[in-house]
């Protein structure tokens, strides 16, 4: 990707980060904080103006799940059939940026790829009026957690916090941009199984690639050779995209496609942690469908 309009956003939102300290990172919008360096309330109070197509594909997820990576896959699928490449004529995230980007949109062909942090509830009502599909990703709380520490804390120019212990209290009050782990996760538990959604877990997809990729294409009606799929899973691991970052996310790249394994929480949470999460975990997804999906005894 040349210096896209993706890259220029990203280096626009550090630029600003640069100046703001952490004290000052956030604003909350209906009782979610969010950064100032890549969301606005007037983008939010557009939001619902956006006017969502039935092939848009949606892409959720909290921060630190993946995003990029299924971002990434999904491209490589439409390039496969389309056999032209995705151009990102707009930053992906569909609540990030300027008020004015839902306007904008109505021009761009389909299909259109939009990525979200957005809970369930928050989702601009056409989304689900015109039964765009949604593919919503997730991966467990503890590796996300630890992605979203060393992201703030790696990257030079976003504010750092003064230790794990302090990003962990954060984390676990939903003080974090996009909020609370737990919060997103109650509110889209109820719809993993509504037509048009389709529930992912990054685990599996670290498991077996070609299968999720297989998934991600049914889902979407990506019809493809499985030579196909297996040359766009092989684009997709960790190393190639890693060794690409640069390239497809500028400056940033390489912080975010940090380490991509499972487990490395292990590295960072002490007992006491361990337990409170794992009492969380109890407390919000015990006996719920999503619960039972993230398979947080194997991995947490
Ligand atoms: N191909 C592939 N395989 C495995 N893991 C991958 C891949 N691509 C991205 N990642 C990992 O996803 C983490 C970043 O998540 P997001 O892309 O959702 O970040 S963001 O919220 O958009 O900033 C981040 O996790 P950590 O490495 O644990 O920090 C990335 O490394």
């Not at 995230?93 to 300027?98: A, Q």
């Not at 979200?116 to 765009?132: G, V």
């Not at 995209?241 to 590295?267: A, C, I, Y």
């Not at 015990?286 to 991995?299: D, I, P, Q, R, V």
């Amino acid at each position: 990707m040349a210096k896209s309009k993706f890259i220029e956003y990203i280096d626009d939102a550090l630029e600003k980060s640069k100046e703001t300290a952490l004290s000052h990172l956030f604003f909350t919008y209906q009782g979610v904080p969010y950064p100032v360096t890549m969301c606005t309330s007037e983008t939010f109070q557009a939001l619902d103006t956006f006017e969502a197509r039935s092939d848009d594909i949606v892409l959720a997820s909290y921060p630190k799940c993946g995003s990029n990576w299924i971002l990434h896959i999904v491209s490589e699928l439409i390039f496969a059939i389309s056999k032209k490449k995705y151009e990102y004529s707009e930053f992906p995230v569909l609540e990030c940026g300027d008020a004015e980007k839902y306007q904008r949109m109505k021009q761009f062909p389909s299909p259109r790829i939009l990525t979200t942090h957005l809970h369930y509830d928050k989702l601009p009502a056409s989304i689900f009026k015109n039964k765009a599909k949604i593919l919503v990703l997730f991966r467990n709380p503890k590796d996300t957690a630890a992605s979203f520490f060393y992201f703030h804390n790696n990257v030079p120019d976003i504010p750092s916090y003064a230790s794990w212990d302090e990003f962990f209290r954060q984390f676990m009050k939903g003080q974090v941009s996009w909020g609370s782990y737990f919060d997103f996760a109650i509110s889209w538990n109820k719809h993993l199984d509504d037509e048009n959604v389709k529930f992912i877990l990054y685990e599996d997809l670290k498991e077996d690639l070609g299968a999720g990729v297989q998934q991600i294409a049914d889902f979407f009606g990506f019809s493809l050779t499985g030579e196909k799929i297996q040359t766009i899973s092989a684009q997709s691991t960790f190393q190639t995209m890693q060794e690409k970052s640069q390239e497809t996310h500028g400056t940033v790249g390489p912080f975010l496609f940090r380490k991509g394994e499972v487990g490395d929480w292990k590295n960072l949470f002490s007992e006491s942690q361990n337990q409170e999460m794992d009492e969380k975990f109890k407390e919000c997804l015990a006996g719920t469908s999503l619960g039972e999906k993230l398979k947080y005894k194997s991995y947490c």
